[in-house]
């Protein structure tokens, strides 16, 4: 597997040229880049397998330069000590990325994950989901903050694309986690843990948040808040979920004040 790794810190090439080297004998570093032009350069001459792509350089970002391609037959994983609206965003568009300094083991899971990811097409509009929630994050003239249009849950069957507000509830098990949606998708599962979506989707938390150790509920399809010694949650599919006591307090002052 042919690689490139695109990043305008030369310690970060260094770093992750040597665990390539080290751990994945079978994925060769063809080229090098430490900004948008050379990277798209490297990418253009290498027709890399694999890129891995930092998001904030001196001359624009990783987003800017997988535009400013005129077509793209690669997997991509994003390398980036960036803020955590961008990570949230890559995370709801369904691509890996990794956080500087790379860890052995995540850097390992996602090269699995690029391998095993064939559909060049399915990336471009997980790409599109990327832009569109890190472009409502971080627009700042909004009088208040939306959920992005869209979001990716990559599962066993393949990447399902649909809006935040059509989730009703998530219920976590382990390493998985269920979404319980609005309309004809009923429910989809997901192979990331309860505790990943919870930290993807914080900048939400006024609207999807944390219940209960196992739940996550979106505030917008509570239909009644059951008090009591054990609190509950009636949901708009007439399901109830329970509310843990740790986030009893924090679940009342959102939803009576």
Known sequence: MRS???DDEHDSHIAL???LRRNHPDLEVVGSGYNVAE???QILEQRPDLVFLDIDMPDGTGFDLIESLPERHFQLIFVTAYNQYAQTAIRLGALDYLLKPVDPKELKFAIGQAKMQQLAQVQ???LQ???ETL????DMHQASRRLPPRMAIPTAEGVHFF???DIIRLEGTGNYTRFFLRGEQSHLI???SLGKYETDLKPYRQTIMRVHKSHMVNLFQVTRLIKGERAKLELSDATVVPIGRKYRAAVERVLVG
């Open 163 to 165: 809006p935040p507000e």
């Open 190 to 192: 997901a192979s990331q």
């Open 124 to 126: 471009l509009e997980q």
């Open 39 to 41: 990277g798209r350069q």
């Open 17 to 19: 040229g040597e665990q």
């Open 129 to 131: 989901v990327i832009q």
């Open 135 to 138: 472009n409502t994050l971080t």
């Open 4 to 6: 490139v790794i695109i």
